[in-house]
């Protein structure tokens, strides 16, 4: 039967899994991952739980990216965007895309084949695989948020009421 968890007994188990499998503290993994989410299910084992918690997000920006990088069928704003990118961007987008792509593809292999320590191995691996990510991320969509910003700014100028 599955086990209801409180959030204090997420962390409790959670330290234990970290001491373990040397994992990054609880409060940086729920900072990255949401896994306090945990508390609000039934589960035996929490490492697949934390995994589907980390699929849940590389999952969205390997999308978002997909989106910036082959918009069929992508909301009206990405086209200002995306015309916008450099080449420079749109590359290290692609091998951003690359890194999320094959993260998603373990996440696969893991919810095919999966173990406590084949689950703490990968969580320990994306984490500082993610820290890594996020740096080559952020000044990418900070660049791109500026250009949708001076956009806005631009037309909103144009209004003549």
Sequence with gaps: MAKEYDLNEVKVQYKKLQ????????????????????????????????RRYIADKIFNYLRFIETLL??????????SVIKSMSSDDKKKLTDIYVKLSEIDLELIK?????????????????YYSWQNIKKELIPILS????VKDNEEDKSSSRYFG
Excluded: C, H, W
């Design 110 to 126: 893991l919810d095919i084949e999966s173990s406590e320590s084949k689950d703490a191995e990968f969580i320990g691996k994306v």
């Design 70 to 79: 082959n918009p069929a069928n992508a909301p009206m704003f990405i086209f």
């Design 143 to 146: 660049k791109l948020k500026n």
């Design 19 to 50: 001491e373990r499998y040397n994992l990054p503290n609880f409060e940086l993994m729920n900072q990255e991952f949401s896994i306090e989410k945990i508390a609000d299910s039934e589960t035996e084992i929490l490492t697949r739980e934390i």
